[in-house]
């Protein structure tokens, strides 16, 4: 008996979807549609789902293979809070805007301590600014890609990683630049120095 569990172990684990050519282009237009209403990057959904960001690139492009893995699928489903089922489904329902973004976010409000603030103090925001470019650095990104998905000018972001802001950041847009560095909510409002200072007396 426990041979026969193992082997329909095995057969999950190498389990795939089939995904006709005629399909990759609705599939496309959904993971497109779904990844943009959660407020997600390519390279967020990429890494929540576990394959190289220029894969899921070619997938939003209609280059979908013809199968892929039901881990991958359900990987999927998960990261855009879809139904089992509904990416690959021929006739699948509309469904309602995200109520959340992606990684249970809340969104921005003016109240409440968990609330993120509607705008970040400049004296704050100049702490952000050097500890961003570092992280940015760190991961391989360039400046001007993390600027496009803040919505902001490659001289903007510039001036934001030197610590210069003419005025004091929005929450939503904090949020974005987080979201541009693959951060969790809130990442960038972590005093370096406090975590430093935390570690070292740990």
Same mark, same amino acid.
């Given at each position: 008996m ?15 979807? &089939?995904?006709?050519?005629s ?5 496309a ?9 959660? %407020? ?19 997938w939003?492009r %209609? ?13 999927l ?7 089992? =089922? &509904?990416?690959l ?11 959340v973004?992606?990684g ?7 109240? %409440? ?15 952000? =600014?050097?500890?961003a ?10 400046a ?15 001036q &934001?990683?030197?610590?210069v ?6 929450g ?20 370096p120095? %406090? ?5 070292n007396? =740990?």
């Open positions: 426990k041979k026969t569990d193992d082997m329909n172990e095995a057969g999950m684990a190498g389990l795939r979807e &089939w995904i006709p050519r399909d990759a282009q609705r599939v237009q959904r993971l497109r549609d779904r990844r943009r209403a959660l %407020g997600l990057t390519q390279v967020e959904l990429a890494a929540a789902v576990g394959v190289a960001p220029p894969t899921y690139v070619h939003e %209609g280059r979908v293979p013809g199968t892929i893995a039901a881990g991958t699928v359900k990987a489903e998960a990261a855009l809070q879809i139904p089992d =089922g &509904w990416l489904s021929q006739d699948a329902p509309l469904l309602p805007d995200p109520v973004i992606a249970n976010v809340p969104p921005c409000r003016a109240a %409440g301590s968990a609330a993120l603030p509607m705008r970040i103090p400049v004296a704050r925001c100049e702490q952000i =600014g050097p500890h470019a570092q992280l940015r650095k760190a991961l391989g990104l360039p001007a890609e993390v600027a496009r998905r803040c919505g902001v000018s490659s001289v903007t972001l510039s &934001w990683e030197r610590g802001f003419p005025k004091a950041l929005t939503q847009r904090l949020r974005a630049w987080e979201r541009a560095l693959m951060l969790a909510p809130g990442q960038l409002l972590e005093s120095e %406090g975590k430093a200072n935390a570690s007396h =740990g």
